[in-house]
């Protein structure tokens, strides 16, 4: 089975400080994990992806995320913070095989607040 | 290049109806996957569609069918809708199954009365 926890329903952040969404999973196989955003009234942006290369991962609009394998974790973060980052972000996961194999497993997402 | 498209953008029906939702890969694509996202949660796996063929399954009553065309178009078809089904409906395409990235439409808004 695979599944993925964000730990923060909601995050409040100012401009120009720094973002961290924190995401955990759990997988029976070596699993791919995403980051996505959405915005309101809109449909799910691609920020970022690791399938077992490069243990950090850059992404789209300043953002990258760590695999680290040892705590099951895969926290998006960006340095400064924008206006334009507000919305909703979701972390995934996609397993290489098992019953579950090419099946998107989404978190319940996190909520990114920005203040002037 | 054009992405993956949905149509209808909204739509309002009532308990007990029937609808139909439809869906267009992004060029190249041969793989369609439809999500239900209801309000505030995250999007749930209905199912996955390759090769005109129901590959993968999520936990979703038989209420729930698909198809996909040999263009690689898909549909989405809900019967007898219930309260619970008023969601916002995406479809996502990739180039195969598995691992590889799935690209999300902008989602069709079902409301059910």
């Known amino acids: 089975a695979q599944s993925v926890t964000q730990l923060d329903s909601h995050v409040s952040v100012s401009e120009g400080t720094p973002v961290l969404l924190r995401c955990n999973y759990s997988s029976s196989y070596s699993p791919s994990l995403f980051w996505y955003v959405q915005h309101p009234n809109k449909g799910l942006q691609l920020l970022l992806k690791y399938t077992s290369a490069a243990t950090l991962v850059k992404g789209i609009n300043g953002f990258e995320a760590e695999f680290k394998k040892s705590e099951t974790s895969f926290h998006l973060t960006k340095p400064s913070a924008h206006m334009s980052d507000a919305a909703e972000y979701f972390c995934v996961v996609i397993l290489a095989g098992g019953t579950s194999y090419g099946k998107l497993t989404f978190g319940q997402g996190t909520i990114l607040t920005v203040h002037p | 290049d054009a992405g993956v498209t949905q149509s209808p953008t909204h739509l309002i029906k009532t308990r007990g109806q029937q609808v139909t939702l439809r869906c267009s890969p992004k060029?190249?694509?041969?793989?369609v996957s439809w999500y239900q996202q209801a309000l505030g949660q995250g999007p749930q796996f209905i199912f996955q569609y390759y090769e005109e063929e129901e590959r993968q399954r999520g936990n979703f009553p038989d209420r729930f069918s698909g198809h996909q065309f040999p263009n690689y178009s898909s549909e989405l078809n809900v019967n007898a809708l219930l309260l619970g089904d008023s969601a916002l409906y995406l479809c996502?395409?990739?180039?195969?199954?598995?691992?590889?990235?799935?690209?999300f439409g902008p989602g069709t808004r079902l409301l059910v009365l």
């Open positions: 060029s190249g694509h041969d793989t």
């Open positions: 996502a395409s990739s180039l195969v199954t598995g691992v590889e990235t799935q690209y």
